[in-house]
C-alpha cells in the first residue's frame, strides 16, 4: 500500500487500493495574463474592449484573461479568412497545402505534455484522457486530412472538388483542442479559411494552437481564432460572408442556427449529441461489458456527446451485471484532473453541475434508485461522483435527456426486438453500443439501430478514418474519414 491520498482524493473503499499522488508537473505550460484574438496571424486587442477570465474548473483559480469577441471583431476575423482565401491559400498547391497541415501535426506531437497540461488544467479532464486521447487524436487527424490534401481528386473522381471558401467553425468544451482539430483540418485540406470560436470556458488549448501556427509558417488569415461566449458565436453564424457553418453543441443552439441560415445557401454541418444505448446480452463476456459501461459513460466525465448514458440490459443478467458495475464504481478515483492515477475528474464549469444536479433531482423525484460509490468530494471546484440510477423508467427525465455528466441510467429488456424498439426510442441518434458474442446479432442490431456509429464489444473509440455523425435531432453532416472532406467542398461538374 502507498503513502496517503491527497485531500483531494476519493476516501478509499476497502475494495481500493491506494495510490501515491503522481500529479504532473505544470510548468510546461507558461500561461499568458492576456490573451487577445488571433485574427490574421496576430494576437489582437479586440474592439469590444471586453475580456472575461478562465478558470480551472477543479480548483476555481483563475488562469488568465481571455477576449471577448464582438460583432466587429467577428467581421474583422471573417475579412481575414477572405483575404486569405482569395489570396494566397486557394491558390496554393494542394501538396504545398498539404506540407503546413503534416507541419501542425508534428507540432501537436512536438507539445503534446503541454498541450495536455493545458486542457485537463483548464476543462478538468484527467490527465490520463487529455495524455492519450485527446492530443494523440487532435494530430492524428491533422496527419489523415494531410494525406487527403492532394488527392481529393481521387477521393471524389469526376466530380472536380473545389474549396468553398470561409468557414465559421463553433465548437464545445468537452473536447476542446479535439474538436477544434476536427473542424480545422478537414476544412484547410480542403483549401478553405476558417474562424474559429473555442467555447467560453476552454479556450486555452486553442490560443496555443494559435502559436503552433505560427510555428508551422502558416500564411496570416488561413486560421482565426475568435474567443468569447455565446453572443461571439451567435454573430460568427449570422456574418454575412460566411461560405460554411459547422458547430458541435447543443441541440437548442443547433436548432437556431439552422432557422438562422435557412435560405441562404450556407452549407451547414450540425452535430449535437444525445441519449445513446449500451445495450448488453445476457451471452456477453460480462467483465468486459462492465468495463465498456464504465468507459461507456464516465470517460470525460460523462461531459460526450455520444457517451453510453442509457444502459439497456436483458433481464437475465440485470442483478449480476447491476452488482458488478457498483463495484466496479468503488474503484474509481475522483479527484485532481492533474494527476496520473485520477480517472474522474472535475466538471466543466457551475452551469453544468447546476444542470446535472437539477436532472439527477428529477430522477430521484421520479423514484429511481440512485447508487454513488462511498467519496468525499473536494471542497472547491466542481463536483460530482460517479452515479447509477436503476429502477429508471423510460418515460422518465434521466431516461430522456442529455445529463451530460457522470449518471448512468440503468433499463432492462427481455428481446432483441425490444432492445432496438427501446433505444431507438429517443428523438436523438448520434451513437450505440452493443455487447454480445454472437457476430449475426451485431449485424442484425446495427442495422436496426438508428444512430450514427454503432460499437460491437466497445464504447467511446475514435479513429480518424471513420466518419461520425447523427441521425434525427443528432444532427446531420460527417466529421472524420472521407465523408469528412464533403461538407468542405463544392463540386463542379
Ligand atoms: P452550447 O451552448 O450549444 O455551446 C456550444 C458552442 O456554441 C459554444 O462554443 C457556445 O459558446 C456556442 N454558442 C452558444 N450559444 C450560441 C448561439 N446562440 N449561436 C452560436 N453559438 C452559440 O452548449 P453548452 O451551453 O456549452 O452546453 C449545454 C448542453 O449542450 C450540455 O449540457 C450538453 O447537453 C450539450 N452539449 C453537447 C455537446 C456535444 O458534443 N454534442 C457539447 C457540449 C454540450 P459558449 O461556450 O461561449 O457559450
Ligand atoms: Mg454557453
Not at 144 to 168: H, I, M, S, T
Request: with cysteine; charged share 25%.
Amino acid at each position: 500500500m502507498a503513502a496517503k491520498s491527497p485531500a483531494t482524493r476519493a476516501v478509499p473503499s476497502p475494495l481500493e487500493w491506494e495510490y501515491a499522488p503522481a500529479p504532473e508537473a505544470r510548468d510546461i505550460l507558461a500561461l499568458e495574463d492576456r490573451y487577445g484574438l488571433y485574427i490574421g496571424g496576430e494576437q489582437v486587442a479586440p474592439r469590444s474592449r471586453k475580456w472575461f477570465p478562465t478558470i480551472s474548473p477543479a480548483t476555481e483559480e483563475h488562469l488568465a484573461e481571455v477576449a471577448l469577441a464582438g460583432p466587429r471583431d467577428v467581421d474583422l476575423a471573417v475579412q481575414a479568412a477572405r483575404g486569405a482565401f482569395e489570396g494566397e491559400w486557394s491558390a496554393l498547391r494542394p501538396a504545398e497545402r498539404a506540407k503546413y497541415l503534416f507541419r501542425i501535426a508534428r507540432l501537436i506531437q512536438e507539445r503534446s505534455r503541454e498541450l495536455a497540461v493545458a486542457e485537463s488544467l483548464n476543462g478538468g479532464k484527467p490527465i490520463k484522457e487529455s495524455r492519450d486521447v485527446d492530443i494523440p487524436l487532435a494530430a492524428a487527424h491533422f496527419f489523415y486530412y494531410a494525406g487527403w490534401a492532394d488527392k481529393l481528386e481521387y477521393a471524389f473522381p469526376n466530380r472536380k472538388p473545389r474549396p468553398l471558401g470561409v468557414a465559421g467553425q463553433i465548437i464545445p468544451w468537452n473536447f476542446p483542442l479535439l474538436m477544434l482539430s476536427w473542424k480545422i483540418a478537414p476544412a484547410l485540406a480542403c483549401g478553405n479559411t476558417v474562424v474559429l470560436k473555442p467555447a467560453e470556458t476552454t479556450p486555452l488549448t486553442a490560443l496555443i494552437f494559435t502559436d503552433i501556427c505560427r510555428q508551422a509558417g502558416l500564411p496570416a488569415g488561413v486560421v482565426n481564432i475568435i474567443t468569447g461566449d455565446g453572443s461571439t458565436g451567435a454573430h460568427l453564424v449570422k456574418h454575412p460572408d460566411l461560405d460554411k457553418v459547422a458547430f458541435t453543441g447543443s441541440t437548442g443552439v443547433g436548432k437556431a442556427i439552422r432557422r438562422e441560415l435557412a435560405g441562404t445557401g450556407v452549407k451547414l454541418t450540425l452535430e449535437l449529441g444525445r441519449k445513446a444505448a449500451n445495450i448488453i446480452f445476457d451471452d456477453c463476456a460480462l467483465d468486459q461489458a462492465v468495463e465498456g459501461v464504465v468507459h461507456g459513460i464516465y470517460f470525460n466525465q460523462g461531459h460526450v456527446c455520444c457517451a453510453g448514458s442509457r444502459l439497456l440490459v436483458q433481464e437475465s443478467i440485470y442483478e449480476p451485471l447491476v452488482a458488478k458495475l457498483k463495484r466496479r464504481l468503488r474503484t474509481i478515483r475522483v479527484g485532481d484532473p492533474l494527476d496520473k492515477n485520477t480517472d474522474l475528474g472535475a466538471i466543466n464549469s457551475r452551469m453544468q453541475l447546476d444542470r446535472i444536479r437539477e436532472l439527477v433531482a428529477s430522477g430521484e423525484g421520479d423514484g429511481a434508485e440512485m447508487y454513488q460509490p462511498p467519496c468525499r468530494l473536494p471542497e472547491r471546484g466542481y463536483w460530482f461522483a460517479p452515479t447509477v440510477f436503476t429502477n429508471v423508467a423510460q418515460s422518465s427525465r434521466i431516461a430522456q435527456e442529455e445529463i451530460f455528466g457522470p449518471v448512468l441510467s440503468v433499463l432492462t429488456f427481455r428481446t432483441p426486438e425490444e432492445a432496438v424498439e427501446k433505444a431507438n426510442n429517443t428523438p436523438y441518434g448520434l451513437s450505440a453500443g452493443v455487447w454480445t458474442e454472437k457476430g449475426s446479432r451485431i449485424l442484425w442490431m446495427a442495422e436496426r439501430l438508428r444512430a450514427g456509429v454503432v460499437w460491437a464489444n466497445t464504447f467511446n473509440r475514435f479513429d480518424p478514418t471513420s466518419p461520425f455523425g447523427g441521425y434525427k435531432e443528432s444532427g446531420f453532416g460527417r466529421e472524420g474519414g472521407l465523408h469528412g472532406l464533403e461538407p468542405y467542398l463544392r463540386f463542379d461538374r
